[in-house]
Each structure stands twice: as structure tokens, then as C-alpha cells.
């Protein structure tokens, strides 16, 4: 168990609303990821984070911002949900304290978009 | 570009038999890492096993065994006697240097009794 914790684990919105999504770790690690589910697609990752305030874009990032304030605490921004976005949302860790190392998941979020 | 590729979409199997699932994976980094993660239908996503680019090793644990060959870019997972607990989705990763992990689509895995 990697301490890993996802606020809220299903949320039901319209389209044009912001929404945040949060992930939550106890155990310190520097690099935190987002990822998207949908079917087809596999996992492909949104943002990334290698410490407090540094960030990076990953495969599929447009419509979205994170910030990383605290290192416990990786937020997900939908500024303006699109029906495109309804999907399963899983925030990670690396373990180890290195980008290459396994990573661990938490339990995910599934988000709808009307 | 799809740097992953999982072919076998579903693969159904009855119980005891073995089943091999492919992973073909695209780098052109000398240094890479290659995982496998397990999906089982609660949803969570369960950490398998992590190879390195430098180490060709098949690895056994358990029921569990990994063919890595870099000749031709496949790190395939081979489950022997299966059980009804392995059905689960499982997915393939790739993670190169520039820090992104690439996911293959996933193949879904139907043990039957």
C-alpha cells in the first residue's frame, strides 16, 4: 500500500464546469503522475510532477493544469469540462524517488461529463 | 505514435491451461525500463514486474514468467496453469528517458472454470 488516496472517487458534472480532482500521499515521494483510462487507449498520461511547483506535460495534456503546492498533494484542473474528458482518473507515485522506477496507483476517480 | 503495442485485445482460456500475452514495444533509447501492470475487475492497478534494457533475464515468480528479447522488442508475460483469479486486464509500459510512461491498450484476460 503506497498511501495513495483520490478526492472524490466518482463525481457527475456538466459540460462548461471547472473541476478538480486530488491526490493525496503520505509517504513523501517526489514524482507524482496523472493518467487518464479510456477504453482502447490503455492508460496515457496527463501531467507530472517532480517535486513542489515543478510540473510537466505528458502525452495527452491539453485542457488540463495541475498544481503542486505540498509535496502530499497533486491537483488535477479541468478548467472548462468537455464530454471528451469523461473518463477514469488515476494518479500515481514513483517509488524509489526516481522517474523510472515501478509506479503505484490509486484506487482512480471516474468522472462524467453531461 | 504508439510505442507499446498489445495486439491480443481478449484472450479467454479455461482454467489450467497457459496463456502468453505479447508485448512489442519501439525505442530508440539504449536505456529503457519495461513493466507489466495487472487490472483486475475491482479496477486497481497492481504492479507486476520491472525490467531494465540492460538485463535480458527471463524471470519466473511463481505462475508468473517474462520472455524479454530485445532482438525483437517483445517482453511478453506468459501465465502457466491459470486461474480464475488471473482475469484481469493487463497492461504493458515502456518508460524512456524523457520520464513519460507509455501504456500499451491492454489485453483482457478471461479465465474460465
Known amino acids: 500500500d503506497a498511501g495513495i488516496t483520490q478526492s472524490p472517487r466518482h463525481k457527475v458534472t456538466e459540460t462548461g464546469t471547472p473541476v478538480t480532482l486530488r491526490c493525496h500521499q503520505t509517504?513523501?515521494?517526489?514524482?507524482m503522475y496523472w493518467y487518464r483510462q479510456d477504453p482502447g487507449h490503455g492508460l496515457r498520461l496527463i501531467h507530472y510532477?517532480?517535486?513542489?511547483?515543478?510540473?510537466d506535460k505528458g502525452e495527452v495534456s491539453d485542457g488540463y493544469s495541475v498544481s503542486r503546492s505540498k509535496t502530499e498533494d497533486f491537483l488535477l484542473t479541468l478548467e472548462s469540462a468537455t464530454s471528451s474528458q469523461t473518463s477514469v482518473y488515476f494518479c500515481?507515485?514513483?517509488?524509489?524517488?526516481?522517474?523510472?522506477?515501478?509506479?503505484?496507483f490509486g484506487p482512480g476517480t471516474r468522472l462524467t461529463v453531461l | 505514435a504508439q510505442k507499446v503495442t498489445q495486439a491480443q485485445t481478449e484472450i479467454s482460456v479455461v482454467e489450467k491451461e497457459d496463456v502468453t500475452l505479447d508485448c512489442v514495444y519501439e525505442?530508440?533509447?539504449?536505456?529503457?525500463?519495461l513493466f507489466w501492470y495487472k487490472q483486475p475487475p475491482s479496477g486497481e492497478l497492481v504492479f507486476l514486474i520491472r525490467?531494465?534494457?540492460?538485463?535480458?533475464q527471463n524471470e519466473i515468480s511463481g505462475r508468473y514468467s517474462w520472455n524479454f528479447q530485445k532482438s525483437t522488442s517483445s517482453f511478453n508475460f506468459t501465465i502457466t496453469a491459470s486461474q480464475v483469479v488471473d482475469s484481469a486486464v493487463y497492461f504493458c509500459?515502456?518508460?524512456?528517458?524523457?520520464?513519460?510512461?507509455?501504456f500499451g491498450a491492454g489485453t483482457r484476460l478471461t479465465v474460465k472454470p
Open positions: 509517504e513523501n515521494h517526489r514524482y
Open positions: 525505442t530508440r533509447d539504449t536505456t529503457y525500463y
Open positions: 500515481a507515485i514513483s517509488s524509489g524517488g526516481g522517474p523510472h522506477n515501478e509506479q503505484f
Open positions: 525490467r531494465n534494457s540492460f538485463d535480458e
Open positions: 509500459a515502456l518508460s524512456e528517458r524523457n520520464n513519460d510512461m507509455r
Open positions: 510532477s517532480y517535486g513542489v511547483k515543478d510540473t
